[in-house]
């Protein structure tokens, strides 16, 4: 498997445009997660999904962020507008949560490369 | 509230000097504690996956051990390519996301 694939790498734009960064998780995971990185506030979990269905978005930060996930195989993350303060690096993860057993256990995520956002 | 916390924020060794990460953790009920690597650029990637108290994992020279309170990362021997920032992250009961710490920023130098 190729893992987490996420595009583009690197978007720089203006504020006020519209931002559009996308994701393809794990085959055959159930579970994928939107984060934001910066020096000052670290790894946030902006949103979470879980067979595709969004479960919990109360890391979005304002109305300015969307996410969507129309299957299993892709999901975007979008700001509009964009402003200065968004600039960060965006991940993108996925996991397989346990149905079993260990239900309601995550198991481990993998995180793509990242999508380095700077807003001028 | 559920709260991770790193120590050092950064740490220096020299090649061959064994050292350990600390990972203290406040969750109401803890589903599981996550160890990650990250290096400049790239996504956090994935190591160990602790679920109990007295829990042990190793892989290569890392070593991670898991308390009631607390985790640790213990690097023997390391090697420059073991720089690197070091997260912790846990998994709390009732929630479905991990809780990340801010990490300890490792390097070695030969």
């Known amino acids: 498997d190729a893992g987490v694939i996420q595009s583009p790498r690197h978007e720089v734009t203006e504020m006020g445009q519209e931002v559009t960064l996308r994701c393809k998780p794990i085959s055959g995971h159930n579970s994928l997660f939107w984060y934001r990185q910066t020096m000052m506030r670290g790894l946030e979990l902006l949103i979470y999904?879980?067979?595709?269905?969004?479960?919990?978005d109360s890391g979005m930060p304002e109305d300015r962020f969307s996410a969507k996930m129309p299957n299993a195989s892709f999901s975007t993350l979008k700001i509009q507008p964009s402003e200065p303060r968004d600039s960060a690096v965006y991940f993108c993860a996925s996991s397989l949560l346990s149905r079993g057993l260990d239900r309601g256990r995550l198991g481990e995520q993998y995180f793509g490369p990242g999508t380095r956002l700077t807003v001028t | 509230e559920d709260q991770v916390t790193q120590s050092p924020e950064a740490l220096r060794l020299q090649e061959g000097e064994s050292s350990s990460l600390n990972c203290s953790y406040t969750v109401s009920g803890l589903r599981g504690l996550f160890w990650y690597r990250q290096d400049p650029g790239k996504g956090p990637e994935f190591l160990f996956t602790l679920y109990s108290a007295g829990e042990e994992k190793e892989k290569e020279r890392l070593k991670a051990t898991l308390t009631k309170k607390e985790s640790f990362l213990h690097i023997t021997a390391p090697k420059p390519e073991d720089s690197a920032t070091y997260l912790c992250?846990?998994?709390?009961?009732?929630?479905?996301?991990?809780?990340f710490g801010t990490g300890t920023r490792l390097k070695v130098l030969a």
């Open positions: 992250a846990v998994q709390a009961a009732g929630t479905y996301k991990y809780i």
């Open positions: 999904f879980n067979n595709n269905v969004p479960i919990d």
